[in-house]
């Protein structure tokens, strides 16, 4: 793998709905004080943060704004849809060598003698943002619309949305690899936190900053003096917002911030050789097996969770101040566990996290059971509560994310280590993706919602329109959207008579667990017994020779 890959310390991404973890530094030497820094490297960890965070906006609406906003016009089945829109995140080993090795010093505007200058980084970097920023501008005008017809229109938005999820992918490869030249050598372990506080600052404000301001009850609760209809920030007017912020940055980008000179060393070929190499250990087939698995237990609790709280009446600026609560806990628990992940034993604090994932879905499972029925406010007392296992299910997963990412580091061969940390991450990434299409299906598969006659209708009336003889009783199913628009249209409820998230998660929680006790644990203590230099493939090339 090229230089994009090739970093003083681990830059490990795992994105859920809803919730993107902290990349920490596993590396103590890298502890240096920003103070300390030179001018020059403070500009570049500036420009970092600045890069981090553009990226970190469209990531924050696909997985944590768009699915709580589609949710009103949608079912779970056509959720999942959307979820696709997220996969090329965890998908950028299949084409990061590409971006690390094709670019132009300069590009001439045609027509005239001017010639900006680019580079190997901002080849791919001032392009891939340019564009974000106008699809950004031109949906901007079309999104409300596609909201309110998402019945219809929801393979568009996943279409839309997959395309900003593959340029904001490849725009972090290439702001990877600029790290590498924007910093000093001493200080290139700062890439990882301008990529910790980039990247959290965009999503939170795409998906928790802007969930409050687009919450009327919200604004007025929290913001407000004087209560208003409408909210303080529209989606239209957020996505012109991130459009100029987009298109601004890129110019001054492509302008005035010049890029070093790098050499081209990178060899496609050679770099998708060396990733076969790496799949065809025995061990490091076990250890991608386990990636993709290992996450299926708490898959319900991490993308319906969140959904079925605002469904029973939480409000979603409640549920936005809780995740918000959560985020200095991230980072606190981040610095606290990174020692934890030390020596030959890095994956078992890795396992141990994973039981309590799969039982805060089980405790999660109990909270969303007992949210009050009668349309009556959330307690304080229970929205503490919220609160309280929204923290403390961060911090498991954040100790999850620091032992594999501790152990990532330990078992990488030195001489390709970009590349064998790529693929391990890609693949961990992945397991945390691949099942929530699934998921989010099973819930439709098993919940049963019917249609319920309006009060005081003439029942002879209904019969003859649907042809129902029982139509007293119901006036048929009203979870498919032709069910859903049949009741609209006799003015009936819909009524939901079995909740399908309830089956889904305990199948997902029983899944979990048979798999831990019965795979992933016996094999984890395996592959943390296995010395490190049975894990490098040139020195398992050399034995051969």
């Not at 924050?60 to 979820?83: E, R």
């Not at 372990?189 to 919200?218: C, D, H, K, P, R």
């Not at 299906?441 to 319920?452: E, H, L, P, Q």
């Amino acid at each position: 793998m090229g230089r994009a890959e090739q970093k003083a310390d681990v830059l490990v991404k795992d994105q859920s709905p809803g919730d993107v973890k902290n990349e920490v530094s596993s590396r103590p030497e890298d502890a240096h004080s920003f103070r300390l820094l030179s001018a020059e490297d403070k500009h570049g960890f500036m420009l970092l943060v600045l890069l981090y965070m553009l990226q970190g906006i469209p990531v924050g609406l696909a997985f944590g704004t768009m699915p709580f906003l589609l949710k009103s016009y949608v079912g779970y089945s056509q959720l999942g849809i959307f979820m696709l829109s997220t996969y090329p995140y965890s998908l950028k080993l299949l084409w990061s060598p590409i971006v690390d090795s094709l670019f132009v010093s300069a590009w001439r505007i045609p027509c005239t003698k001017l010639e900006l200058s680019l580079g190997r980084r901002k080849s791919w970097i001032v392009p891939i943002q340019l564009i974000v920023g106008i699809t950004f501008l031109v949906i901007s005008y079309q999104i409300d619309a596609l909201l309110e017809n998402a019945e219809t229109s929801i393979y568009l938005i996943t279409l839309v949305f997959f395309g900003l999820i593959v340029l904001a992918a490849t725009q972090d490869i290439a702001v990877d690899g600029w790290a590498l030249t924007l910093l000093s050598e001493e200080n290139v372990g700062f890439a990882s936190t301008a990529q910790t506080i980039g990247i959290n600052v965009g999503y939170f404000m795409s998906f928790t900053v802007f969930l409050a301001l687009n919450s009327v009850e919200a604004c007025n609760k929290y913001l407000r003096f004087r209560p208003q209809s409408t909210p303080i920030l529209t989606f239209p007017a957020y996505l012109q917002l991130c459009a100029a912020a987009f298109i601004l940055i890129t110019l001054w980008l492509l302008f005035f911030q010049k890029e070093k000179k790098e050499e081209n060393n990178m060899d496609i070929v050679k770099a998708y050789a060396t990733i076969w190499k790496i799949g065809k250990l025995r061990h490091v087939q076990l250890l991608l097996i386990i990636h993709m698995i290992c996450k299926i237990g708490y898959q319900a609790n991490d993308a319906v969770t969140g959904l079925k709280l605002v469904e029973r009446g939480l409000g979603k600026e409640d549920l936005a101040f809780a995740v918000l609560i959560d985020f200095p806990f991230q980072l606190l628990f981040g610095y606290l566990t990174a020692t934890w992940s030390k020596g030959n034993k890095a994956l078992r604090p890795w396992m141990i996290s994973l039981f309590f994932r799969l039982f805060f879905s089980v405790v999660n499972m109990g909270i969303v059971a007992g949210m009050p029925q009668d349309g009556s406010e959330v307690s304080t007392s229970y929205f503490l509560l919220i609160v309280l296992t929204t923290v403390l299910n961060s911090f498991a997963g954040t100790v999850q994310f620091v032992g594999v990412s501790a152990f990532h580091t330990q078992i990488s061969d030195p001489i390709i280590g970009g590349t064998y940390m790529t693929l391990l991450n890609t693949v961990s990434n992945l397991g945390g993706t691949w099942p929530r299409y699934f998921v989010l299906k099973m819930v439709d598969y098993f919940g049963v919602s019917m249609c319920r006659p309006p009060v005081g209708v003439d029942m002879d009336k209904v019969e003859n329109v649907l042809g129902q003889a029982n139509a007293s009783l119901s006036l048929g199913e009203c979870k498919s959207d032709a069910g859903m628009k049949q009741c609209q249209s006799v003015g009936g409820s819909c009524v939901l008579v079995r909740d399908g998230y309830f089956a889904t998660s305990t199948i997902c929680v029983t899944v979990g667990l048979c798999t831990l006790l019965l795979f992933i644990m016996p094999v984890c203590r395996y592959l943390q017994r296995i010395p490190p230099a049975e894990w490098h493939v040139v020195s398992q090339n050399q034995k051969r020779h």
